[in-house]
C-alpha cells in the first residue's frame, strides 16, 4: 500500500515538473517584415521571458520589407533577455533582404536544407537602380549596420558586406560553410537536438543553451497585427487605393446610389492607414491622382484622347513610383499596374461613350420629331390645330402662326399627341 502511494506520489512529481518545465516558444513569420511583424516579435520575446522560456524560436520565411522596422527588430533581438534562435525555414524559404540582416542578428541562425539567404542591397528593389550620393549614402550605411550586428554575433562580416552591396545570395551550405549561419536543421526536432548545449550570448552574457526534452508553445499574431500585416502588402494597398476612388466617383456621379460611397470610402481609409506603414513616395501618389482626374476629365469633356493620353502616363508612373523603394524592397507587382491601368482606361472609355450618346439627340419616338421639318395638310392658326405630314404620319399641330397649306414647318416641341410647330420662311419665287 505504501509503495503504491510512493508510485502516485512520483508520477504527480514528475507530472507537475513536466507541466512548469520551461518551454521553447515558437514564432512564424512568413511574410514581409513591417511593423506589424516587429510588435508580433517583441511582443513574444516580451512573453518568453515572463514565462522564463528557455528560447524563442523565429521560423522565418521573408522577402525583405522597411529597413526602418528592420533595425527595431534588429534591436530587440541584440538585447533580448534569452536566447533568441532564428530558423530560416521550411525548404524553399528565403530570409531575403531584411530577413538577412535578422537572421544574422539572432543568437542562433539556422536554415533548413533548400533555403537562401541574402540579397541584402537597401535599393534593389526590381527596378533600375538609383546613383547618386544618397544612394551611396543609403549603401554604405546598410554596409556598416550589417557588419555591426555580424561583429556582434561573431559571424562572417565580409560576406553580409557582399550581400548588401553586390545583393549576393547563397544557400544553405554555402552559408554554413562560410559562418553565415551556425547550423542546418531538418525540422525544428533537428534544430533542438543540435541547438542543445551550444553556447551563445544572450544581451552580452555567455549562456548555454538547454533544449533537450522542451515543450513546444506556438505563439500566434493577434487580430490587429494580422490587419495591418495584410495592409503592408503595397498590391493590396493599391487595389483599396483604386476602389475607394473608383467608388468615390461612382458616388458623386450617381448620387443617392450609396454603396460604391460607402465601399469606396472604407477602402480609401484602409489605403491612407496603411500610408502610415507603407514608406510613401508623394510625388508618386499625386502623380496617380493626376492621371486619375485627367481620365476623369477626358470622360466628361472629351478632348479627341489628348487629356486621356496624358492620363494614362501621369496613373502609370504614379503607380510606379507609388512605394519609397530606398526605404523598402516591397513594390507593387508590374502585372497589378497592367491590370488596374487597363481596366481603369476600358471602363472610363465605357463611361465615355455612354455620356456621348446620351448627348445625341433623339433620332427616334416622340422625342425624334423635335427639329424634324413637314408639309402642314390643314391650316393652322393661332389657337386653332390644324394637320401637319411627316415622317409619314399626319399629326395634329399647334402654332402661334398662321400656316397655310402646303406650307413647310418645323417641330418646336412635343405636347402630348400634338406637335407645336414653326413656319419656315418659304424661298421668293419671283424674278
Not at 71 to 80: H, P, T
Not at 285 to 290: A, D, S
Not at 319 to 331: A, E, R, W
Not at 409 to 417: L, N
Amino acid at each position: 500500500m505504501m509503495l503504491a502511494a510512493a508510485c502516485v506520489a512520483i508520477l504527480l512529481t514528475v507530472g507537475a515538473h513536466a507541466q512548469t518545465s520551461p518551454p521553447v516558444v515558437l514564432i512564424t513569420v512568413d511574410t514581409s517584415i513591417n511593423p506589424a511583424v516587429a510588435d508580433f516579435i517583441e511582443e513574444s520575446i516580451d512573453a518568453a521571458a515572463r514565462q522564463k522560456a528557455r528560447a524563442l524560436v523565429i521560423e522565418l520565411d521573408t522577402p525583405g520589407g522597411l529597413l526602418s522596422t528592420t533595425r527595431r527588430i534588429v534591436k530587440d533581438l541584440l538585447g533580448a533577455p534569452l536566447p533568441v534562435i532564428v530558423y530560416v525555414a521550411p525548404s524553399g524559404a528565403s530570409a531575403a533582404s531584411a530577413g538577412t540582416f535578422v537572421t544574422i542578428a539572432a543568437s542562433l541562425a539556422a536554415m533548413a536544407p533548400g533555403t537562401t539567404i541574402g540579397a541584402a542591397h537597401p535599393l534593389e528593389m526590381g527596378v533600375t537602380e538609383e546613383k547618386g550620393a544618397a544612394a551611396t549614402k543609403m549603401e554604405n550605411y546598410a554596409v556598416s549596420f550589417a557588419r555591426t550586428i555580424a561583429e556582434q554575433r561573431g559571424r562572417n562580416q565580409d560576406w553580409v558586406e557582399k550581400a548588401v552591396r553586390q545583393s549576393a545570395s547563397i544557400g544553405d551550405q554555402e552559408a554554413l560553410r562560410l559562418h553565415v549561419v551556425d547550423l542546418v536543421a531538418t525540422d525544428l526536432s533537428d534544430l533542438l537536438r543540435q541547438a542543445d548545449g551550444r553556447q551563445v550570448y544572450v544581451a552580452g552574457r555567455r549562456q548555454t543553451l538547454n533544449l533537450h526534452g522542451a515543450l513546444i508553445e506556438t505563439r500566434e499574431m493577434t487580430l490587429t497585427e494580422r490587419i495591418i500585416d495584410k495592409l503592408s502588402d503595397p498590391n493590396i494597398v493599391y487595389l483599396l487605393l483604386m476602389a475607394g476612388l473608383v467608388g468615390l466617383y461612382f458616388e458623386f456621379a450617381h448620387p443617392g446610389v450609396y454603396a460604391p460611397g460607402v465601399i469606396g470610402a472604407i477602402c480609401l481609409l484602409l489605403a491612407l492607414m496603411a500610408f502610415q506603414v507603407l514608406p510613401i513616395n508623394n510625388t508618386g501618389l499625386l502623380l496617380l491622382l493626376l492621371g486619375v482626374a485627367l481620365l476623369t476629365a477626358e470622360v466628361l469633356t472629351p478632348s479627341h484622347g489628348i487629356l486621356g493620353l496624358g492620363g494614362v502616363i501621369a496613373f502609370v508612373l504614379g503607380s510606379l513610383f507609388l512605394i519609397d523603394t530606398s526605404q523598402t524592397n516591397l513594390v507593387i507587382s508590374r502585372a497589378a499596374i497592367a491590370g488596374v491601368t487597363v481596366g481603369l482606361v476600358i471602363g472610363m472609355a465605357g463611361l465615355a461613350w455612354l455620356l456621348a450618346e446620351r448627348r445625341k439627340p433623339a433620332l427616334t419616338g416622340r422625342e425624334g420629331l423635335v427639329g424634324e421639318v413637314g408639309e402642314i395638310r390643314q391650316a393652322v392658326k393661332p389657337g386653332a390645330a390644324g394637320w401637319i405630314f411627316i415622317h409619314g404620319e399626319m399629326w395634329r399641330a399647334t402654332s402661334d402662326q398662321v400656316l397655310e397649306i402646303g406650307a413647310p414647318a418645323r417641330v418646336k416641341a412635343v405636347k402630348g399627341m400634338e406637335l407645336e410647330v414653326q413656319g419656315l420662311a418659304q424661298k421668293s419665287s419671283g424674278p
